[in-house]
């Protein structure tokens, strides 16, 4: 009996030359990209022109992420994989959080349970067991997906707009931070490659599936952790002149 060979989502690993033909055009995965605007542009309000500018910024990261040629890349190499998924965690769901106009009312209390939860989802996804297997089902690939999405989402909306942000927020997002790190420094450092769905089609790209893993570990060691990082820094520079505002002497 033959066996059936299971093209992950984005299709068969591209070559390195026809790699720019490769763009995702499903047309289920169009409309709900083009629906997700239409909804937004109708129940947000017109004046809320930030809230719109994050908008666009994150769903044009979502297009990237799944439309563009790196969704095929990501069917090659561990690495590109690795970089889809931080422009969801750590990119799109930041910008999508803060597009919200209604976040401050809307807030999520537990900033530090809904970070448990999106460690769970990611350190889940990336362990080589779940991993080759959503790669064998449309179905498993998307719950990965959005399961990462969302858990992202929830979280950067409850550490962002809490009621008590401004002095909680750099703790859980530095926390953050540690552990997207640590799960990219043991995927780094790992002393054998892991994933072998991408055993076969690294070296077209001239990487070893060993190389191509440690690469994707230092993507999410150091880009990955970025953004986690900045939002700290940023609310911790707020706190501190929120501070300093309310020590100064009054004239």
Known sequence: ???????????????????????????????????????????????????RAFFWLGWATLVVAFVSPLCALSAALFSARVAHHVLLVAVAAPLLALANPWRARMALPYPALWLLIHAFALWFWHAPIPYEAALRSDALYWLMQLSLLGSALLFWSSA???????????VTLLAAMMQMGLLGALITFAPRPLYTAHALSTEPFGLTPLADQQLAGLIMWAPGALPYLVAALAFAASALRGAAAGSAPSR
Do not use: Q
């Open 160 to 170: 962002l707009s809490g009621r008590h942000a401004a002095m909680t927020a750099p």
């Open 1 to 51: 009996m033959r066996e059936t060979v299971v093209l992950p989502f984005c299709g068969a690993p591209p070559l390195p030359g026809e790699l720019w033909m490769r763009w995702t055009l499903d047309p289920v995965l169009i409309g709900l990209l083009a629906l997700v605007p239409a909804l937004y542009l109708t129940f947000v309000p017109k004046g809320e022109g930030r809230e």
